[in-house]
């Protein structure tokens, strides 16, 4: 029998997917103007990565995501520039690609390139049920680490659920600390729901990804 608490935590993922699929209210965005001076170099970058229908709306949203395209930026907890990476992995990326050079976080191109194969790496070794469940997965995978998604595949599982299903069945088992939890559902949900459509609308490259 399934426990109340589940039903509540169901209940408070699913509602903001349903209102989305239904046409009902998302927030309000604003795409930097910033924005618009990375748009052609990412469109390249991320077609070289992914192939001329390469999902640069996602790419876009992301970046709005993480760092609001400021290149200079560093959150409290050291993540760097564009695209937010740690310094361990900046230097990890650099090492396993060689040919994008020295890590170089806070160079807008460096960080661009390195977004896009992150994410091609952690989509090669997600197994999905469509295309909006592997960009899910491999957005919790770039948040969290691709060993916390697996172990939320795990008990997915444990529970009899379907561990290639993001929304409404790996989302809601793990064993992360709260805030953890709270922060990579939200990071998926708010790049895929909320603002990649607004990329995607105002012409930035990309078929709808949920």
């Not at 695209?83 to 900046?90: E, G, I, K, L, N």
């Not at 070794?125 to 295309?131: F, M, N, Y």
Request: glycine letters at 8%; hydrophobic letters at 45%.
């Amino acid at each position: 029998m399934a426990r109340p608490h589940l039903f509540a935590r169901l209940a408070a993922l699913v509602l903001p997917l349903l209102l989305f699929s239904c046409g009902g209210p998302v927030y309000a965005q604003t795409i930097p103007a910033a924005a618009d001076g990375y748009k052609r170099e990412l469109t390249r970058i991320v077609q070289q990565e992914w192939g001329l229908d390469a999902p640069v709306s996602v790419h876009a949203a992301q970046i709005h995501q993480e760092s609001a395209w400021r290149p200079g930026v560093s959150s409290g907890a050291g993540a760097q520039g564009l695209a937010q990476f740690m310094p361990d992995t900046s230097a990890w990326i650099a090492s396993i690609y060689p040919d994008l050079g020295e890590a170089a976080p806070y160079s807008p191109g460096w960080a661009m390139r390195a977004q896009a194969r992150y994410n091609r790496w952690h989509w090669q070794r997600i197994d999905a049920a469509d295309v909006c469940q592997h960009w899910a997965m491999t957005l919790s995978a770039y948040n969290g680490g691709l060993g916390w998604l697996q172990r939320d595949q795990r008990l997915t599982r444990q529970a009899g659920g379907d561990a290639r299903v993001w929304f409404g069945q790996v989302e809601l088992h793990t064993a992360r600390a709260a805030w953890a939890e709270r922060e990579n559902r939200q990071y998926v949900r708010r790049i895929l729901l909320q603002l990649e459509p607004i990329y995607r609308t105002a012409g930035w490259q990309g078929a709808r990804p949920c």
